[in-house]
């Protein structure tokens, strides 16, 4: 990992994988390198399906080729593959062992994000308990993940007066959508669909990296 503060690191495109939109570790590989060089910051693993074996051999593909493009890697749901993996980070929901983060053994250098839904009371707990980065969300209706429950934009103004931690907003988002939430405060936009749904995983990468820079630029 690079030595750039949790603000630079958790900006930016935010990009997670899908095992039923990359269906092979080719498949996976290419499309996490192809995401990388147009400008993706930050990639997270997210493979509900793989064997114990295959998650280990890709979490670890993918912190190899996020060292190279001096990105970071983030491991989602486990911490045990995080360090199996030697990953950057790990990303926790309410029910992986974000509610009791201070009783779990994580190496202190590494990243820790935590799902709050639309709840800034489980942000500012799990800032308290040292969580790098808070995930909002989802804002838009997400094909990937249907039930996921909805989050208001109010919450993520709040997010941004309430928290010190960076602010992740994830959801249904893409190119078009962005705006309102970067807008709210939002300082980095975590996707699937709009990346890794999409033919050209190079041209919607850029798309959403050129957008998302277009749109800040004004900012600070
Ligand atoms: C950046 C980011 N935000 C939210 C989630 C959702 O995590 P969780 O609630 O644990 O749901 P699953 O991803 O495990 O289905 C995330 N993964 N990443
Ligand atoms: C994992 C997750 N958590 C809340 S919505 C979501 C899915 C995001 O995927 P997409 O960007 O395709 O809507
Ligand atoms: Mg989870």
Redesign the pocket.
């Given at each position: 990992m690079n030595s750039d503060s949790i603000s630079d690191i958790i900006s930016g495109i935010y990009a997670?994988t899908?095992p039923n939109l990359l269906t092979s570790q080719t498949a996976l590989l290419d499309a996490v390198d192809a995401a990388l060089a147009q400008g993706v910051r930050v990639i997270q693993y997210?493979d509900k399906l793989a064997s114990s074996d295959q998650k280990l051999e890709r979490a670890k593909a993918i912190h190899r080729l996020c060292k190279r493009y001096q990105a970071v890697s983030i491991i989602?749901d486990s911490l045990e593959l995080m360090i199996a993996a030697d990953a950057d980070g790990v990303h926790l929901?309410q029910t992986d062992g974000a509610t009791a983060l201070t009783e779990l053994d994580i190496p202190k250098q590494k990243i820790i994000g935590v799902?709050c839904?639309d709840d800034i009371e489980l942000a500012i707990r799990a800032q308290q308990h040292g969580a790098s980065y808070a995930?909002f969300?989802?804002f838009?209706?997400?094909?990937?993940?249907p039930h996921?429950?909805p989050a208001k934009i109010e919450t993520l103004i709040e997010a941004k007066q309430e928290l010190s931690i960076p602010v992740v907003a994830?959801?249904?988002?893409?190119a078009h959508n962005m705006s309102p939430l970067l807008d709210a405060g939002a300082d980095c936009i975590?996707?699937?669909?709009?990346?890794?749904?999409q033919n050209d995983t190079q041209k919607a990468a850029n798309t959403l990296v050129s957008t998302f820079n277009r749109l800040t630029a004004g900012f600070n």
């Open positions: 997670i899908d997210r989602n929901g799902t839904h995930a969300g989802r838009y209706p997400s094909n990937t993940k996921a429950k994830i959801g249904g988002i893409n975590a996707v699937i669909n709009a990346i890794f749904g």
